[in-house]
């Protein structure tokens, strides 16, 4: 499928898959959607709140440009946080597209060399980005995810659920709900009725929170029991 590189309305770039006009990220602003969905309503909410995770233990589902990631190792450093980075990855994205994203330039040129690192280390090896942050990004499908009470934070980055829906199945978020710790939380930025509904089959409590830029709402979703 054709590959487009786009900038989005806030001057960020992403991956457009012109087939399905789909995106990696928001048209309405990449690193926008990425500070609001998965670092205030994922890192720093469950930070503020579950400060006993030392270190935080995240899983990304769609480690794709590694946009997320390079937030979090950012914002992490900035809270004073240690943090442990899964990013799982079917279809890892092209050197030659990384090298055209802008995210160090537009988020922080000190850090910039850290999101090549993030691209140019193993796969399969957990690797140090920096003191505070390792980093392992896994190249496999989503339903081959076989962690059991690993994580306390899910980034729930897939494709949306009009091109990919069986990445939204109930199937995938039970293996979710069995991968988070009690009171971990998921956070996506999807708020279609039937995610939701997905979510609260497999014992998530859901919530709908304020959407970013473009979108209304989004979900988070809390694992408060075992069972």
Do not use: C
């Not at 928001?26 to 609001?36: L, Q, T």
């Not at 979090?72 to 994205?93: C, F, R």
Request: no cysteine; charged share 25%.
């Amino acid at each position: 499928m054709k590959r487009n590189i786009i900038t989005t309305a806030d001057g960020s770039k992403t991956i457009q898959i012109e087939d399905w006009n789909e995106q990696y990220h928001s048209i309405h602003g990449a690193i926008n959607e990425a500070n609001h969905v998965f670092l205030k309503h994922g890192l720093l909410f469950y930070s503020q709140n579950k400060l006993e995770a030392k270190p935080i233990s995240i899983l990304e589902i769609g480690f794709g440009t590694g946009l997320n990631s390079f937030l979090t190792l950012i914002e992490g450093e900035k809270q004073s946080l240690n943090i442990d980075y899964v990013g799982v990855e079917a279809y890892p994205v092209l050197a030659k597209e990384i090298e055209q994203l802008n995210y160090g330039e537009l988020i922080s040129k000190d850090h910039a060399s850290m999101f090549f690192e993030m691209h140019n280390i193993e796969w399969e090896k957990p690797t140090y980005i920096s003191p505070d942050f390792k980093l392992e990004k896994q190249q496999k499908f989503f339903k081959d995810i076989s962690d059991i009470s690993k994580y306390n934070i899910v980034y729930f980055d897939a494709f949306g659920a009009r091109v990919q829906p069986d990445l939204w199945s109930e199937e995938i978020f039970e293996i979710m709900y069995k991968a988070l710790k009690l009171n971990g939380v998921l956070v996506t930025y999807s708020a279609k009725g039937s995610v939701r509904r997905a979510m609260q089959a497999v014992g998530f409590e859901v919530e709908r929170l304020p959407g970013p830029p473009g979108k209304r709402e989004m979900l988070r979703a809390t694992k408060h029991s075992t069972i």
